[in-house]
Structures are given as C-alpha cells and as structure tokens.
C-alpha cells in the first residue's frame, strides 16, 4: 500500500476541492463507469474516529477515492443518491437509520442500481448480518479486518463480486442451521428449492450457483467451468432474474436454505 498525506474531510462530508472526481448527475448510472477510473466509496458511520480512519486507508490508495462521509443511515442513503459512488462502506449499527434498512433503501432504488453496500460489522452482529443480506447487502467484513483486506473487498464488491468474511460465513451457516432444525422439528416441510425459481434454473446456471456459493469470483467460476467471464456474469444476471434476488450474497443464502449446499461441504 502506498502512503501519503490525507486530506480533512470537510464538515459536510464532501471530498475536498481538487478531488479526481466530484458528484455525478443523477441521470447517470454509477456502473457504466470504467473499472479503469478508482473506485468512489462514500463511508457511513456514526463514529467520527472510524470514519478518519477508513478514509486513511482508502485515499491511500491511488485506485480508491472517499468521496464523502455520513454519520448515520439516513445522511448515507441521501449520499448515496446525490454522489452515486461505486461502493457505500457502512456500519451495521447507527443511529435514525440503521445499517439494514439503509442497505434495503439503497438495494430497492432503481436509480442506484451501480451502487452497491459494504457492511463493516462485528461478531456479535448476527441478527443484523442475515437481515442485511436479506435486504441487498454485498458483501460483509469484520471491523478488525487488516486494510489490505479493506482494500481487496472494496474492489471485489465494485465488481459485482459477492463479499464474506469467512467469520461472518460461519456465523450464517450456523443460523441457517439452527433454522433448518427449526422447520424440522415443527413439522414443516418443503422440497429444496420448491418456489423459489431454482427448478427454472439450466444445469449449468445450478454450477455456477454451486461456486457463488463457495465463494468463488466470476473469474475463479470462469477458470474451474471453462467459462469466459462474460459468460459467467450473464448465469448470475439470469439466476438473480429467475429466482427474484438481487445480488450474489442472497444467491449463496439461497443455495444453503434450498439444500444445494450443506455446512462443512
């Protein structure tokens, strides 16, 4: 990582003048952007210190640009709106608007479809982790994770890549289980994946679910199925139409939940 002097942030949350780039019309898509050109990230937390600190590690990069900071969900959905950055680097727990709803005003807003949620959360997080996924979250990573694993996720979920700390997996699994007895034990029973759209699925979009699921990126599921990256990009873009989802993170929750996938395999 490269190192070098941090501009303040101004009061109101906003880069400072002489940024690379400033707010972007609304009319435009933050997607249709060029991977070449750094990764805009807006940072939501009601921390002030956290905030600085992230901003540290992110402007360090000479590929990642901070374009504005909020304190709580509600400041970081109206940023979201008016900057249109490539990722929101948020906090789960914040005050007028948490992370979860912020994630799903972000995830339901057709005018922020480029636009996709990084939650920073911590172990004793649980409830908040499976209600984000649920809602449109991309990717979830631990607070205590080292900046080149900051870094690394905030490219990764720029491009479209569905983000989990292996902690945080654990801790979904384990859920998903407890879950799975619940439904055993009270006597309700379905066939694995029965209403959810997976039996409109090819046998090869079940494949590249298999992967989603594992964890793998769409250049790692394009190498191990013989698959250019474009192509596997568009399996995903069908899977999430034919089963109602809207990001990669839900499609692995699905693949545990339909049974596709079983914990420890």
Same mark, same amino acid.
């Given at each position: 990582?490269?190192? %070098? ?10 880069? *400072? ?16 952007? *060029?991977?070449?050109? *750094? ?18 590690? &992110? ?60 939650? =920073? ?15 449109? +979250?991309?990717?979830?990573? =631990?607070?205590? +994770?080292?900046?080149?694993? &900051? ?14 700390? *292996? $902690? ?18 009270? $006597? ?8 959810? $759209? ?7 979009? &079940? ?32 899977? =999430?139409?034919?089963? $109602? ?5 839900? =499609? ?5 939940? +339909?049974?596709?996938?079983?914990? %420890?395999?």
């Amino acid at each position: 990582m490269t190192h %070098g002097p941090v501009p303040s942030p101004r009061p109101d949350g906003v880069a *400072p003048p002489g940024r690379p780039r400033g707010p972007v019309p609304l009319h435009v898509v933050a997607e249709s952007r *060029p991977f070449s050109e *750094p990764v805009r990230v807006v940072v939501v937390d009601d921390q002030a210190t956290i905030r600085l600190g992230l901003r540290m590690i &992110l402007d360090n990069e000479p590929d990642i640009t901070v374009v504005g900071e909020a304190a709580d969900g509600v400041q970081g959905v109206r940023m979201a709106r008016a900057l249109l950055p490539d990722v929101v680097l948020m906090d789960v727990r914040m005050p007028h608007l948490n992370g979860i709803d912020a994630a799903a005003r972000i995830s339901a807003d057709p005018a922020l479809a480029g636009v996709r949620t990084l939650v =920073l959360t911590t172990f004793d997080d649980d409830e908040y982790v499976y209600g984000a996924l649920r809602a449109g +979250a991309a990717g979830f990573l =631990l607070k205590d +994770a080292d900046p080149e694993s &900051l870094v690394s996720a905030v490219h990764r979920v720029r491009a479209g890549d569905s983000l989990l700390d *292996p $902690g945080v997996t654990r801790r979904i699994i384990e859920r998903w289980v407890e879950l799975s007895d619940w439904h055993a034990g009270s $006597g309700v029973a379905s066939a694995p994946g029965a209403g959810s $759209g997976l039996e409109l699925a090819t046998p090869r979009e &079940l494949e590249v679910l298999l992967a989603v699921a594992r964890g793998l990126s769409n250049k790692e599921i394009g190498e191990e199925l013989y698959l250019s990256e474009a192509t596997v990009k568009s399996h995903v873009r069908s899977l =999430l139409t034919k089963v $109602g989802l809207t990001n990669r993170v839900q =499609l692995v929750i699905l693949a545990y939940e +339909a049974e596709l996938v079983r914990p %420890g395999r």
